[in-house]
């Protein structure tokens, strides 16, 4: 496995074209959606919307956050989140992709640890993440300490757990 030096940091509007992108390509090469779900114009619109705070989650809350993952300058995976009310929570998970090819690096984790950093320090613990009952990608949520609510919803009791893992 080839070593990467990967960037992380906070993004915001500057980036939707790369977080669309990314999305749109996640999708499309694991083959979790149709194509009307994995437009990139589409996914263009919708993240502009999260940023500029135009749509909003249901039982969304102010503050959001946006992380992403660079490699080469080239925007490889990102992390959104916000505060929220749902189902109980102080915080959700809103979106997490990282490019196929760049899976299985520790980037998704190191995303997560972010996130889970930026929850902690505004005291936010329980945040949950809904995830589809097909979707192969349940396991990384559960490796990192999540556990079910249901079958579409899985939940972290106290985030500051993935914050603090090495």
């Not at 589409?42 to 969304?60: D, E, I, M, S």
């Not at 809904?130 to 079910?148: D, I, L, Q």
Request: proline fraction near 3%.
């Amino acid at each position: 496995m080839q070593l990467l030096s990967i960037e992380y940091r906070e993004v915001g509007i500057e980036a939707v074209d790369e977080i669309a992108s990314v999305n749109s390509d996640t999708l499309r090469e694991c083959g979790l959606a149709t194509a009307d779900i994995y437009d990139v114009e589409r996914l263009r619109n919708r993240w502009k919307g999260y940023v500029l705070r135009l749509q909003h989650p249901q039982k969304a809350l102010e503050p959001r956050i946006l992380f992403g993952a660079l490699a080469d300058g080239r925007m490889v995976g990102y992390i959104a989140g916000h505060f929220s009310t749902r189902h109980g929570c102080e915080g959700e998970l809103q979106s997490i992709y990282v490019l196929p090819k760049y899976q299985r690096r520790r980037i998704g984790g190191e995303l997560l640890k972010r996130l889970a950093g930026w929850f902690a320090a505004r005291g936010q613990r329980s945040i949950c993440v809904g995830v589809e009952p097909t979707n192969p990608y349940r396991r990384f949520y559960e490796k990192h300490g999540a556990r079910y609510l249901d079958e579409h919803w899985l939940v972290w009791d106290d985030i500051s757990a993935v914050a603090d893992e090495s």
